[in-house]
């Protein structure tokens, strides 16, 4: 708790949920390249204040993914215009990506976030960075102040939990995200967890399959074996008629290789700058290596951007950085 040199105020459950309750016409605002955690976490919020008999809508830079539609709404109100802004699963505002003019300079009123890297950029902070996902942070949030967990509420938790930790494999999910989907579970043994699963983490096109397998082709390992660089062309990704949402698994694919501690996804976009996914192993800390490019996150999941360069360089500088890490 406390006051930060942002003026930003960090702020407890109780408190979190007393400014949603004093909110109006809102835009909740997730990240670019949005993934099941801030997504469900968004649609959670949705359902929140819809039972508040608050009007909102998720605002996101880009299409949400197929992958996420039975949790997502389409909400359309008549003469909407936000009046207030708030924020789910987003460290830094830059993550915004490019928003409509309405959002895009808006005070944020509340982040609700897991992120350590959180920089403090809105008015009130309300998070945990010991929790696997903003859902996480959501769902004690609702527990702390008892609220109903209704099954849409649910459905949106669990795709955030699951989402974050791989399916409940990574080091994040801890005992607090276990307890929470215990509970999700026995409150609404029937949702279609498996289903959601399979949909989630198994399923892949045709043209996803082919392109992991020219990545794993193309892998660059160091020499000592503990640093693994995928780098996806952009014209790969045209070739194989796949889309940018869905190679967002693709930052998992180095992490299968025994010995590798840090593994590195490349990925080139079309404006020819870099985005880039780091995932660390036991001995990693991936968001030191994504701080020296500008970025964060997690200490065993992070990304950065790099604005130019060629790839071959930028390649290696990425490789070079995660082994110099690995030694220090
Ligand atoms: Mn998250």
Redesign the pocket.
């Known amino acids: 708790m406390g006051q930060t040199g942002n003026s930003c105020t960090e702020i407890n459950a109780k408190a979190a949920y007393a400014v949603l309750q004093g909110l109006e016409d809102v835009d909740i605002l997730i990240h670019r390249s949005p ?1 099941g ?2 997504v469900g976490g968004g649609y959670a919020i949705y359902y929140i204040l819809k039972a508040l008999g608050i009007r909102s809508r998720v605002v996101c830079a880009d299409p949400i993914p197929e992958m996420f539609s039975e949790i997502t709404q389409e909400v359309v109100f008549e003469d909407f215009q936000p009046k207030m802004h708030i924020s789910v ?1 987003v460290a830094d505002r830059k993550l915004f990506g490019d928003l409509p003019a309405e959002d895009a300079d808006a005070e944020i009123l509340l982040c609700i976030d ?1 992120h350590i890297s959180n920089t403090h950029y809105a008015k009130q902070l309300f998070w945990n960075p010991d929790s696997s ?2 859902c996480e942070v959501l769902f004690w949030m609702m527990k702390e102040n008892g609220l109903e967990l209704t099954r849409e509420i649910a459905r949106c938790l669990y795709v955030g939990m699951a989402t ?1 930790t791989g399916c409940f494999q990574f080091s994040n999910a801890g005992a607090e995200t276990f307890a929470a989907v215990g509970e999700i579970k026995r409150a609404f043994p029937d949702l279609p967890y498996a289903r959601l699963n399979r949909e989630l983490f198994i399923l892949k096109t045709q043209g996803r399959i082919r392109l992991d397998t020219r990545l794993m082709q193309n892998i660059r390992i160091s020499e000592n074996g503990a640093v693994a660089l995928i780098y996806l062309p952009y014209q790969w990704m045209e070739e194989l008629h796949v889309s940018a949402d869905e190679v967002d698994g693709v930052a998992n694919l180095p992490m299968q290789i025994i010995g590798v501690e840090i593994g590195i996804t490349c990925k080139q976009q079309p404006d020819g700058s870099y985005r880039i996914s780091m995932r660390g192993g036991e001995h990693a800390d991936v968001s030191a290596v994504c701080k020296q490019f500008g970025g964060g996150g997690h200490i065993k999941a992070s990304g950065c951007t790099i604005h130019e360069g060629e790839p071959e360089a930028v390649c290696k500088q990425l490789m070079d950085t995660a082994e110099a890490m690995l030694k220090s």
């Open positions: 993934d955690d801030c699963d897991h996902a903003a974050d």
